[in-house]
């Protein structure tokens, strides 16, 4: 029996890197101020992973930090409403996120304040 054997051509080497950049994660936001924000929910994240010994990614995704600095909920009922909070990662964390978006709105006001 005869057995035939295709050969594909090898896939092209990438130009660029497999990674996307620090910079295109800075251009996501226009404002200074959101982009310090984003820095600040980050570090929290961070914060509470190293102390529970988690992936930062189970506290809130990346995704979530993002709505919360593009909504900036002022409660928590208004914190319920953001995509990846649910009731209990409400429970365990919507307050030490609150205060910190919070004192952002107080220290910096809000985007489109003319202030």
């Given at each position: 029996?005869?057995?035939?054997?295709?050969?594909?051509?090898?896939?092209?080497?990438?130009?660029?890197?497999?990674?996307?950049?620090?910079?295109?994660?800075?251009?996501?936001?226009?404002?200074?101020?959101?982009?310090l924000l984003w820095?600040?929910?980050?570090?929290?994240?961070?914060?509470?992973?190293?102390?529970?010994?988690?992936?930062?990614?189970?506290?809130?995704?990346?995704?979530?930090?993002?709505?919360?600095?593009?909504?900036?909920?002022?409660?928590?009922?208004?914190?319920?409403?953001?995509?990846g909070v649910g009731?209990?990662?409400?429970?365990?964390?919507?307050?030490?996120?609150?205060?910190?978006?919070?004192?952002?709105?107080?220290?910096?006001?809000?985007?489109?304040?003319?202030?």
């Amino acid at each position: 029996e005869k057995v035939f054997l295709r050969k594909y051509p090898r896939p092209a080497k990438r130009s660029g890197p497999l990674f996307r950049v620090r910079e295109a994660k800075e251009r996501e936001f226009d404002t200074p101020g959101a982009m310090l924000l984003w820095e600040e929910l980050r570090d929290l994240r961070l914060k509470i992973a190293r102390e529970k010994d988690l992936p930062p990614f189970t506290i809130f995704h990346d995704s979530t930090l993002k709505e919360m600095v593009n909504y900036l909920p002022q409660s928590l009922a208004e914190m319920s409403h953001v995509y990846g909070v649910g009731e209990r990662k409400l429970e365990a964390y919507g307050t030490q996120f609150l205060e910190v978006i919070l004192h952002h709105i107080r220290e910096y006001g809000f985007p489109d304040d003319p202030s």
